[in-house]
C-alpha cells in the first residue's frame, strides 16, 4: 500500500506540474505577436514599381512604402525601421532605409514619406550616404533581390540616439534595448 501511495502521489506531482506548464504555454500564445504588415501585398511579393529608385534607370517614382504595425511588446518607448538589402553589393548588402526614433504613439507609416522633413524619428545614413528613403535598384539581370524591411521596437527613449547614424552604428547602439522585432520582405529585379 505504501509503495502504491508514492506512485499515485508522484503521479499526481506530475500531472500537476504537465497542467501548469500547459496553462503557461497556453497564456504565453494567447499574448498576440509583434507584427509589421504592409497594406498592398503578401509577404515576399514584387515592389511596385513605384518603389524602385528613379535613377540610374531603375523603372521608379522613389515612393517609400506603406507600413503598419500591432502589438508592439510592453516596454516599448520608440521604434526603428531598418530596409535592408541582403543581395546588394555581391552579397555585402545595401542599406536603404534607416529611421530610428519613431515615437511609441506611431503605428503606421504612409505612402511616400520616406524623406527626411515627412516623417517623426530620425533618418539614420543609407548606403548611398543620404538620410531619406532609397528605392531598389538591383543591377540589370540579376535574380530578384529581397528587401528585408524590419521593425524594431526599443526599450529607448525616441531621442536617445544622434541622428545620421550608419547602418553598422545603429545596430550597434540598439544593442541589449531590442524588445522585439517583426519583418516583411519584398523583391525587386529589373
Partial sequence: MTRSFRNVATRSWMIAGALALCMQMSAQAAQP??????????????????????????G????????YWSNPPPGTQSFALVMHDPDGQKG????????YGLPFS????????????????????NTRGTTDYMGPCPPPGDSPHHFVIQLYALDLAHDALKPGLTGDEFRAAIKGHILGVSSVVRRYQR
Fill in 33 to 58: 505577436h509583434f507584427t509589421l504588415a504592409m497594406p498592398d501585398a503578401e509577404d515576399n511579393a514584387f515592389f511596385s514599381p513605384d518603389n524602385a529608385a528613379m535613377a540610374n534607370g531603375c
Fill in 60 to 67: 521608379g517614382k522613389n515612393v517609400s512604402p506603406a507600413l
Fill in 92 to 99: 555585402l548588402g545595401v542599406d536603404h532605409w534607416l529611421r
Fill in 106 to 125: 506611431l503605428a503606421e507609416i504612409a505612402t511616400g514619406v520616406g524623406g527626411e522633413s515627412k516623417l517623426e524619428g530620425m533618418g539614420g545614413v
